[in-house]
């Protein structure tokens, strides 16, 4: 069983840039789930996606926004980046079947750094 | 608003005796708890959870102890293992939420020799 895998591990942009991170699902989940992590907080929801559909999103802006592809992998975009954006990324997979899935399976994260 | 509160940032504890990690929440919506442990470099592994129907779950070394009334949820390690040492993240969902997980600020726990 393939766990969760994301690409790269580390990035380096400048403000104004726009990134686009990558995530492969655990095998066999339907679900991919975005989470931005700051310096010294707790995860946090930036959205999810379900049969290539957002699926429920987080108080984050417009300017944040993702794609699953048919093989469930998945795509987060972040346009116009801010300093703020500097953080740890988080994919997490997990399967849905006729109801919700919380219990989710995370890939070790890209670091993201905005000078 | 921070609706899921890990107020402990860091515990220490000697190897063999209890670690009790605390959270509290604020919002009574939620009704699915969870537990996850995360190393450096690595993303979180989930643990352990439980529903608000119940009021405790186990799971070998680790139990999760629900209390609706005060909205808290504590996570005990028995025995306490130097493996154990991580950040350990409280997080919280409601139906109908698209399984969204709002965390906590996690809690570092450091087992002893």
């Known amino acids: 069983e393939t766990g969760v895998t994301q690409s790269p591990t580390h990035l380096i942009k400048t403000r104004g840039q726009q990134v686009t991170l990558r995530c492969s699902s655990q095998?066999?989940?339907?679900?991919v789930s975005w989470y931005q992590q700051a310096l010294g907080q707790g995860p946090q929801f930036i959205f999810q996606?379900?049969?290539?559909?957002?699926?429920g999103r987080g108080n984050f802006p417009p300017r944040f926004s993702g794609l699953q592809f048919p093989n469930y992998s998945s795509e987060l975009n972040v346009n116009a980046l801010e300093l703020d954006d500097s953080a740890l990324y988080l994919c997490?997979?997990?399967?849905?079947?006729?109801?919700?899935?919380?219990?989710?399976?995370f890939g070790p994260g890209t670091r993201l750094t905005v000078t | 608003d921070q609706q899921v509160k890990q107020n402990s940032p860091s515990l220490s504890v000697q190897e063999g005796r209890i670690s009790i990690l605390n959270c509290d929440y604020t919002?009574?919506?939620?009704?699915?708890f969870l537990w996850y442990k995360k190393y450096p470099a690595e993303g979180p592994t989930f643990l352990i959870s439980?529903?608000?129907?119940?009021d405790k779950n186990e799971d070998g070394r680790f139990t999760v102890f629900l209390n609706k009334s005060a909205k808290h949820l504590s996570l005990h390690i028995v025995p306490s293992q130097p493996g154990d040492s991580a950040v350990y993240f409280c997080?919280?969902?409601?139906?109908?939420?698209?399984?969204?997980?709002?965390f906590g600020t996690g809690t570092r726990l450091q087992v002893t020799l």
């Open positions: 997080a919280a969902s409601f139906t109908g939420t698209a399984s969204k997980l709002t």
């Open positions: 095998s066999g989940h339907n679900t």
């Open positions: 996606y379900y049969r290539e559909e957002e699926n």
């Open positions: 439980i529903s608000s129907i119940k």
């Open positions: 997490a997979s997990s399967f849905i079947a006729g109801g919700p899935s919380y219990e989710q399976y």
């Open positions: 919002n009574s919506m939620f009704d699915y």
